[in-house]
């Protein structure tokens, strides 16, 4: 059974998801994840043998939504230390200690001396320059590209990603430009691409990436919506935030 209040403190609220399978631990002020998580989560492909790195992983949480899927083993990298001790945390107050592994590193250097079968980040949206930063210096390094930009983790991912392997992101739709150029530039291939929209007639905020060093067409999903009529979650956004599984087969 999980302890709920042994790893809690005051500063910090404990959130559950996935019908109370998931546990996490957020600051009540500072970083704290939202939609996109569980998107990219919900997007990520994975089979019992992979190895998978992620790039930023912030406080754990999209490691932890994954861990309903079928994986050898999660490495996160997160450059703060305050996110990696709460990654850290959260992945032992769900008992994943031996699923998922937390390094607390400048992922640009990191260098494991091995390549991996599925890569995925969240990368910062915001340019370096650009927009109001916070008072909190832990949420405007997640949300600003204050220690790495979207061609760093790509250039990252290009390194260590195995010859087969896939890479999943998700972006802000209106850099989506600045995400295709560091795709090119690293030598990947789109594999497939899908737009989230807030509602259906309001353009695409959000899109998901899908990247291998191989494919030579990309392939465009079906927009994801995330309300319907009256301000609900649509159907398929209430499986996503459930929790469902749709690995792909060993």
Avoid: W
């Avoid at 546990?23 to 998978?52: C, H, M, N, W």
């Avoid at 109001?132 to 390194?159: M, N, P, V, Y």
């Avoid at 430009?177 to 929209?197: G, M, P, T, Y």
Wanted: hydrophobic letters at 35%; a neutral charge; one cysteine or more.
């Amino acid at each position: 059974m999980k302890t709920r209040n042994l790893l809690k403190s005051e500063d910090e609220t404990l959130d559950s998801f996935y019908r109370g399978s998931i546990l996490v631990l957020q600051k009540k002020e500072g970083y704290r994840f939202s939609v996109d998580a569980p998107l990219l989560a919900d997007f990520i492909q994975t089979k019992r043998s992979d190895d998978v790195l992620e790039l930023g992983a912030g406080n754990g949480i999209i490691s932890l939504l994954l861990s309903i899927k079928p994986f050898k083993h999660i490495t996160a990298v997160e450059i703060q230390e305050s996110l990696a001790d709460m990654a850290r945390r959260n992945v032992k107050l769900n008992n994943l200690e031996r699923k998922i592994s937390i390094i607390r590193e400048d992922l640009r250097q990191y260098n494991p001396g091995k390549e991996f079968d599925v890569i995925f980040s969240n990368p910062p949206y915001i340019k370096k320059g650009e927009g109001h930063l916070s008072s909190s210096l832990e949420k405007s390094i997640a949300k600003h590209e204050l220690k790495c930009d979207i061609f760093g983790i790509l250039e990252k991912t290009a390194q260590l990603l195995k010859n087969k392997g896939r890479a999943y992101f998700i972006y802000v739709a209106k850099r989506k430009d600045d995400l295709f150029q560091a795709i090119e530039k690293n030598s990947l291939k789109i594999k497939s691409l899908r737009f989230v929209h807030p509602r259906q007639e309001n353009p695409p905020n959000l899109l998901l990436v899908e990247c291998d060093l191989s494919s030579e067409k990309e392939v465009l999903l079906p927009p994801f919506i995330l309300y319907g009529e009256g301000g609900n979650y649509t159907t398929e956004a209430e499986e996503v935030f459930r929790g469902r599984i749709n690995a792909e087969a060993d």
